[in-house]
């Protein structure tokens, strides 16, 4: 008779032969299995992936969390600390229930450590990029007895915390990685501060804070634009048992990442199902005037101006050198000390960040008012604001004011009231007065406001360590589907402007009072993720007079909408071809158009930064504004050409027949002169009031273009008779 435990034990072998065969479709492991190199857990919809990998040119192994559809893009690693210098390692869940990393000696060189006993553990990657260890019979979250999100890496994900679990003590951040070949804890964390208000900071080893967002404002942090519209929308709690801040989902088919990378730059990346590479929608800190306390105490940093840094307004650099230089890394001390004399009030600075909370006073139910009153009774109170643009809310400062940076974002209104002696307030001084005027008035040009995951902050092209290089970037607000719905009245029949095979267009009023043209494209329009962010990245690229100007984009689930700026006319083909307006279009008019049109093409084609050939000119995309002046409008089928190319291939040939020229048509041969051909199919059609495609004439059966180059082969032949 077999002895009980030894049969028992080629039981389990077989099982284990058996399962170890499946496990790389597995998303579950259990305590007889086992997950060597060359073996992984899928999560249940294939997005995520855990099993050992070896990063960049290193030949250590790790254990770690990655994005299926690209490999490269480790979100997670278990044993940063303890590579496995041989490709043996091995990941089980150990009798004692816990997740453990045996190298070839079978020694633990990492593993859970959980509080929790389990029964019959099981360990499980998910589809939001979480590895849990949990009872095999429970799939709550409240019962995992560990959880990786608990131990945040480098990457943040949707449904990850950043932040402090004041029952269990637990702080998550993001610390960089050492190298991109060695994954072990480098010198940047990106962190959620609670300081009275939460921020959001990033902190480098020795030399402290390096970056830090704006105080959290009911919103968002700082500086946050009062429209809702952000997509992935900020979450920020901030009781007794939690401080954190979190990204809001976009769906089951839209995964944003938020990597702290080795120079310590925190990016915003979004991966649609279907696309090909991730798009950033912001990137920390952006731009020079991000660099923490970049200018000192008292000063105002201002991007594209000369000199970037400013004292604010009653206030001079400590040194008269520095006065001279511009370079005031120094700071700034008050010109008049303040006394408490009468007479002294306040000077009111929109688009600034609001100081860092260093030596400040935070009350949570004290009115705008109230707080004035307060900061006037003590001396030493040099600003105050309201801490939450939702409702009461002050705070106030003392002493210096550190990292204070213009911002431009419309309808931004978290202002800084500045506590300045009787003499200063009203007077106007030079360069001080001026930075309030211009941190009013103008815009920061070359900085494109990024609605995002973090409400609006600020980003910048980084030297792109670490990241595809091919990676483009968004550069204009992402709005939520939510907010894009009451604008448009829930796409309702009477805010339909038009359809077309890629969908309707809506009329709509955004919350700032804007009017925009909402184009929400079908789910049939077979643009697939990146033929629509192909579309919004060139068009909020290309900036030019007759170009239709793009206010944002909306991605949520399946959703994808584009949001123009609203032409009150439509499009051309409403003018020219509809009997009663068109007697309207003057020979004049017709031939500003037809500039403005060619205006547009050479811009197109010559004098942007890009070359792009649009595929797609007709009169239906060219739309006219208020006084009739044209802009060229739907880049969906648009391609920049790059370097010196200037004629491309396609086997797919898109846009619309009677526009396109033969060698595209027959050929699929496109370039410049392809946009050309159509213009000129277009010049006829505005010339002629009559469209290409649909002319009819009682002598033959040619097109208009036909019938054009006709009569213009006939005239050469008399020509030639008559000389
Ligand atoms: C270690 O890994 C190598 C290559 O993966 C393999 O050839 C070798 O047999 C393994 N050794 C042990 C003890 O598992
Ligand atoms: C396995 O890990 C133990 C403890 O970290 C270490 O002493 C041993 O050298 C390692 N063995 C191998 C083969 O790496
Ligand atoms: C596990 O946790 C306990 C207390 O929670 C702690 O004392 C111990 O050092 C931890 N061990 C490891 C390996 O982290
Ligand atoms: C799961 O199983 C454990 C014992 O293994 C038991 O104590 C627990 O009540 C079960 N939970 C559920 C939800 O069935
Ligand atoms: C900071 O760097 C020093 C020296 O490189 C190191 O010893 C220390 O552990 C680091 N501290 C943290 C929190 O990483
Ligand atoms: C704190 O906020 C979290 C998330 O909203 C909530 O689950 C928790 O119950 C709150 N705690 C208290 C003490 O209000
Ligand atoms: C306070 O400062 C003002 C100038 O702002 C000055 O005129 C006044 O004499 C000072 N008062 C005291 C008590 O120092
Ligand atoms: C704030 O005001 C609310 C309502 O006015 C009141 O219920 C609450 O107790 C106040 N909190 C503090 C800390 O004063
Ligand atoms: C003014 O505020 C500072 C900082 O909070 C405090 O230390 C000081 O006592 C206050 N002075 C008066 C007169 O209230
Ligand atoms: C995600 O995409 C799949 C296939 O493209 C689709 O069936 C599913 O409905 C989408 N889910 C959401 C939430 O949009």
Request: hydrophobic share 35%; net charge neutral.
């Amino acid at each position: 008779m077999a002895d009980p435990p030894i049969f028992s034990f080629f039981c389990t072998s077989i099982v284990v032969l058996s399962l170890l065969r499946q496990s790389s479709a597995a998303n579950t492991l259990s305590p007889v299995q086992s997950i060597r190199e060359g073996e992984t857990l899928v999560s249940p919809g294939r997005k995520f992936e855990l099993g050992f990998f070896s990063p960049g040119s290193s030949k250590n192994s790790f254990l770690g969390i990655w994005f299926v559809a690209t490999p490269e893009t480790v979100v997670w690693v278990a044993n940063r600390n303890s590579p496995l210098t041989d490709s043996n390692g091995t990941l089980e869940i150990s009798n004692a229930g816990e997740l453990v990393l045996l190298n070839r000696s079978n020694s633990v060189v990492w593993s859970t450590n959980s509080t929790k006993v389990l029964g019959n553990p099981v360990a499980q990657l998910l589809d939001s990029g979480n590895l849990v260890l949990r009872e095999r019979n429970s799939s709550d979250s409240a019962d995992y007895s560990w959880q990786s999100f608990d131990y945040p890496s480098d990457t943040m994900l949707v449904g990850m915390t950043l932040g402090w679990n004041f029952r269990t003590g637990l702080e998550h951040y993001l610390t960089s990685w050492r190298s991109t070949d060695d994954p072990s804890p480098g010198d940047y964390t990106f962190r959620y501060k609670i300081n009275g208000l939460p921020q959001l900071e990033i902190s480098r080893n020795g030399s402290g804070k390096v970056y830090r967002t704006g105080p959290w404002n009911g919103f968002g942090f700082g500086a946050v634009s009062k429209e809702p519209s952000t997509a992935g929308a900020p979450i920020s709690v901030y009781n007794r048992t939690d401080a954190y801040f979190a990204f809001e989902t976009l769906g089951d088919n839209i995964t944003l990442r938020s990597p702290l990378s080795t120079d310590g730059i925190v990016q915003g990346l979004m991966w649609m199902s279907g696309s090909t590479k991730w798009y950033m929608i912001y990137s920390l800190p952006y731009d020079p005037c991000d660099s923490y306390r970049c200018c000192g105490a008292n000063g105002v940093c201002r991007v594209n101006q000369s000199p970037r840094c400013l004292c604010l307004q009653g206030f001079m650099p400590k040194s008269q050198e520095e006065w001279d230089t511009h370079d005031l890394t120094g700071g700034c001390k008050r010109t008049v000390p303040l006394n408490c004399t009468r007479g002294e009030g306040f000077m009111k600075l929109s688009q600034v960040k609001l100081p860092d909370l260093v030596d400040f006073q935070l009350f949570k139910n004290m009115s705008l008012e109230e707080c004035k009153v307060e900061c006037l009774k003590n001396c030493s109170c040099a600003a105050y604001a309201n801490s939450d643009i939702r409702g009461p809310g002050c705070l106030m400062w003392f002493g210096d004011l550190i990292d204070i940076r213009e911002i431009n974002i419309v309808g931004y209104d978290q202002y800084l009231f500045l506590r300045l002696p009787a003499s200063e307030l009203g007077s106007s001084h030079g360069l001080s007065k001026k930075l309030v005027t211009i941190a009013v008035g103008s815009a920061i040009s070359g900085l494109l406001i990024v609605g995002t995951a973090m409400s609006i902050i600020w980003k910048r092209r980084t030297k792109s360590q670490g990241l595809p290089s091919e990676m483009d970037d968004i550069d204009l607000p992402l709005y939520d589907f939510a907010s894009i719905a009451v604008a448009t009245n829930h796409f309702s029949q009477t805010n339909k402007l038009g359809a077309g095979g890629f969908g309707s267009v809506y009329k709509g009023t955004l919350s700032t009072g804007q009017e925009v043209a909402v184009k929400r494209l079908s789910k049939y329009s077979g643009q697939g993720p990146d033929e629509f962010m192909n579309e919004v990245i060139l068009i909020a690229r290309l900036q030019h007079r007759n170009l239709v100007g793009l206010v944002g984009c909306c991605i949520e689930g399946e959703e994808r909408m584009l949001i123009y700026e609203y032409m009150p006319n439509k499009s051309l083909d409403c003018f020219i071809f509809d009997h009663d307006r068109n007697s309207f279009l003057a020979w004049k008019r017709r031939f500003d158009i037809v500039l403005g049109i060619a205006r547009g093409l050479l811009y197109l084609h010559r004098d942007s930064k890009l070359r792009v050939i649009h595929r797609d000119l007709k009169t239906s995309n060219i739309l006219l504004d208020a006084d009739l002046n044209p802009k060229i409008s739907d880049f969906g089928l648009a391609r920049i050409f790059r370097g010196d190319d200037t004629e491309e291939e396609t086997r797919r040939v898109v846009g619309t027949y009677g526009y396109m020229s033969p060698e595209y048509a027959f050929d699929g041969k496109f370039s410049v002169k392809s946009d050309v051909f159509s213009f000129g199919v277009l010049l006829l059609e505005i010339v002629s009031s009559k469209r290409n495609r649909g002319f009819q004439h009682p002598d033959h059966h040619h097109n208009l273009l036909g019938h054009v180059s006709g009569m213009a082969a006939m005239e050469r032949r008399q020509g030639h008779g008559t000389h």
